[in-house]
């Protein structure tokens, strides 16, 4: 069983960047995919980003194409979401999760080892 802890949240202005990270112990994450997922206040979870296991494919919602990067260290077990031109509507909890397999996906259904959220804030 892996445990997924998300750090680096926070609050910030418009237009600024956070770093977030996600932290594995219990396995290994290197032979998974990996994604960030976000849920804002009254909403769904929506997916942000995916990561091949390999690093070598990404796929981003479309509304943070451009501004988000998700990358790995696989070495380090740990994945991590930069965040760049962050806008009030990226305020959200962000979650990180692993996938059952290595191929990245956008289905929540696909993870089945979830972080506990971190608090991304960004004011206007």
């Known amino acids: 069983q892996v445990q997924l802890v998300e750090s680096g949240g926070g609050l910030v202005q418009a237009g600024g960047s956070l770093r977030l990270s996600c932290a594995a112990s219990?396995?290994?994450?290197?032979?998974?995919?990996v994604g960030w997922f976000r849920r804002a206040p009254g909403k769904a979870r929506d997916f942000v980003a995916t990561?091949?296991?390999?690093?070598?494919?990404?796929s981003y919602a479309d509304s943070v194409l451009g501004r988000f990067t998700i990358s790995r260290d696989n070495t380090k077990n740990t994945v991590y979401l930069q965040m760049n031109s962050l806008k009030p509507e990226d305020t959200a909890v962000y979650y990180c999760?692993?996938?059952?397999?290595?191929?990245?996906?956008?289905?929540?259904?696909?993870?089945?080892?979830w972080g506990q959220g971190t608090q991304v804030t960004v004011s206007s």
């Open positions: 999760a692993a996938a059952r397999f290595g191929w990245s996906s956008r289905k929540e259904s696909d993870y089945d080892a």
């Open positions: 219990g396995r290994t994450i290197s032979s998974v995919a």
């Open positions: 990561l091949y296991w390999s690093g070598s494919s990404t």
